[in-house]
């Protein structure tokens, strides 16, 4: 079973940059679309970024867009995202799934997700 290891978050004042990893344990990861997650405290979990799996194509919810960049690294089997200008909203603990084109769905069971908090 492939298992989802996020890491990177943490605290960051607001404009200030972090830089988010995903390292997924098989080589499934390098045929999969995958993306990144995000969950505020009292919301429900919302699609922030999708890289296609060669790297070719990205979609980016309108909220980040211009701010944060999602790449990977198929050799390494890893997600990358980095996050620039960050705002208090972008508070949120963050997730990494695989993601059925097809569907749009995750497909993996849920890593346990990097706390990601901006604030002054």
């Known amino acids: 079973q492939v298992q989802l290891v996020e890491s990177g978050g943490g605290l960051v004042q607001p404009g200030g940059s972090l830089r988010l990893s995903c390292a997924a344990s098989?080589?499934?990861?390098?045929?999969?679309?995958m993306a990144w997650y995000r969950q505020a405290s009292g919301k429900q979990r919302e699609l922030v970024a999708v890289?296609?799996?060669?790297?070719?194509?990205?979609y980016y919810v309108d909220s980040v867009k211009g701010r944060f960049t999602i790449s990977r690294d198929n050799a390494k089997n890893t997600l990358y995202l980095q996050m620039n200008s960050l705002k208090p909203e972008d508070t949120a603990v963050y997730y990494c799934?695989?993601?059925?084109?097809?569907?749009?769905?995750?497909?993996?069971?849920w890593g346990q997700g990097t706390q990601v908090t901006v604030s002054s």
């Open positions: 799934n695989a993601r059925d084109p097809s569907t749009n769905s995750p497909l993996l069971a």
């Open positions: 098989e080589k499934f990861f390098s045929i999969a679309t």
């Open positions: 890289i296609t799996r060669t790297g070719g194509s990205s």
